[in-house]
């Protein structure tokens, strides 16, 4: 587990570093490359987790689906700006399967969905940002989804709460970063109280909403996929040793 928490930080500072270079260097011109970027260094932290555990074909194709989920879930409230269900999704993810499922689900959702939203210099931002909501939902959540159904109505208020701060300190003080970065010339205390003033609204929107639809998913889905982990073994053999 101490190895686990080194390679999930180590692959966090990677992912920090890689967004400042696309920002203080790249100038958000080569943003496909820093998505590229982003995304295949989460997708280590995935790599390493389950090349330890052999993982089977059930496994894999669970993880799949709940990256499916969440580019589906953001996609199919295109006509509600915020008020989508996607990072009730992926703290769900972090949730049942750990933070690196968690991280990689944000950031493969975030990813994807944009080609139907519009790629753009904000994708890293919103990959990096999602994905930390997922991988600290694997963290705070995940004891509270392993002591059994007895607990669900509980970690459902407590993952209402943490969906709700999540999104509008995390995503929203992240990927307001975006335009700060490319719309502020001279950037001064009062712009970045104002950036982040303005997008605080939505952010608050954003966040009401995932806790709204975790309120009322967290407990039954969760449930299920506690099922379907047991059904097929689904367990983390490193978690377990």
């Known amino acids: 587990m101490r190895k686990r928490r080194l ?3 180590i692959l966090l500072l990677l992912s920090l570093l890689l967004l400042w270079y696309g920002v203080a260097v790249l100038e ?3 943003y496909y490359y820093v998505s590229w970027g ?5 997708l280590l932290g995935f790599f390493f987790r389950f090349e330890r555990s052999r993982p089977e074909a059930p496994l894999l194709a669970m993880m799949a689906a709940l990256c499916a989920a969440a580019i589906v879930s953001r996609i199919a409230f295109f006509f509600l700006p915020q008020m989508k269900p996607v990072a009730a999704v992926v703290i769900i993810a972090g949730a049942a399967f750990g933070a690196e499922t968690g991280f990689v689900t944000g950031a493969v959702a975030m990813f994807v969905s944009d080609f139907y939203f ?4 904000w994708t890293p931002f919103q990959m990096f940002a999602m994905g930390l909501v997922g991988f600290f939902a694997g963290l705070i959540l995940r004891p509270e989804a392993e002591r059994g159904a007895g607990t669900f109505r509980r970690g459902r208020i407590l993952s209402a709460l943490y969906g709700f701060f999540s999104v509008v300190i995390v ?3 992240i990927v307001e970063l975006n335009t700060l970065f490319f719309t502020i010339q001279d950037p001064s205390a009062a712009a970045v109280l104002a950036v982040y003033l303005q997008g605080l609204p939505f952010n608050l929107m954003f966040g009401a909403a995932t806790a709204v639809f975790l309120f009322f998913l967290y407990r039954p889905v969760l449930a299920r996929l506690e099922r379907i982990q047991k059904k097929y073994r689904l367990i983390d053999k490193e978690e377990k040793k």
Do not use: D
Request: without cysteine.
């Open 7 to 9: 390679y999930n930080g």
């Open 118 to 121: 519009m790629q753009g210099s």
């Open 171 to 173: 995503y929203g003080g």
């Open 28 to 30: 958000g011109r080569e």
């Open 38 to 42: 982003i995304l295949i260094i989460g």
